[in-house]
């Protein structure tokens, strides 16, 4: 491990990440959600947060210019980022230089085959994601990271205010969308704390929060046929003013078998997905699945 001493770049100061990026011929891309950390105090919170150590790795998605990596390398034994900007790369191998233990893979993290990455990278030391996620695709990263299975003890991630809000709402509120029931299903979701739109160059229109979700070792619950509860989430939440009985029938069962399923389940005949627990929507797919 290395410390980030007085001569390290400053890459939170606005000055230097200027001519630095001036210098590797570097222009944002709004599209690709870069707007990068300047606050000097969250990538060290962030880093303390995933709960990484000399003994563990660290996943991150989106280096931009390594930032958040550097804080990570300092209590990681070993991080592997991920860039998808082929810009960026050389710029990292400068500000990364003083930290052999950090590996730069350029591809997008929707593409490469995370699995295989761990293992390779990692073999058997316990994995974290700590990321300061591109906006654009944050709940598709999300969702991709946590169906995989991948063998990580945890996410840590910045995300848009109203995207923490919704992953990590308690089911049955208003916030609460068919994200957060599939966020239950594979982890324990809190919220750490808020990061005002300032932290950031440039600054986005929102404000941020940062979310740990500590994966479950098992499901909280059983179900038949997974696949099938998710397929009753999405459609109850796709429609969520109207009744299960009517929004269910876009996943294919006709109202007689939902209303049957629902009286078998001991769910109200008139409940909408948002009054329904991740217990109950298994409850229901088990009563649809022969
Ligand atoms: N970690 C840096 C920081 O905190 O300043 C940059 C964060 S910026 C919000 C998001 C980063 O994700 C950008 O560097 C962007 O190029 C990268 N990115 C966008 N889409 C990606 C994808 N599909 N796979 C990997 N990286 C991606």
Known sequence: ?????????????????????????FRFSKKLGQNFLINPSVCPRMAQACGATP??????????????????????????????????PPVLAETLAEHPHVKIVQGDCMKIDLHKLLTDEFGERPVAVCANLPYYITSPIIMNLLESRLPITSITVMVQKEAAQRLCAQPGTRQAGAVTLAVQYYAEAQTLFSVSRGSFLPAPQVDSAVIRLTIRPTPPCAVKDEKCMFRLIRAGFGQRRKTLVNSLASAGYTKQQLAAALASADISAGARAEELTLQQFAR????LTV
């Open 55 to 88: 003994d563990t790795g660290v996943l991150e998605i989106g280096p931009g210019i390594g930032v958040l990596t550097r804080e990570l390398a300092q209590v990681a034994g070993k991080v592997v980022a991920i860039e998808l900007d082929d810009r960026l």
């Open 1 to 25: 491990m290395h410390t980030n001493g007085p001569s390290a770049p400053r890459l939170t100061d606005v000055g230097y990440i200027r001519e630095l990026l001036e210098r590797h011929g």
């Open 284 to 287: 229901l797919a088990d009563c």
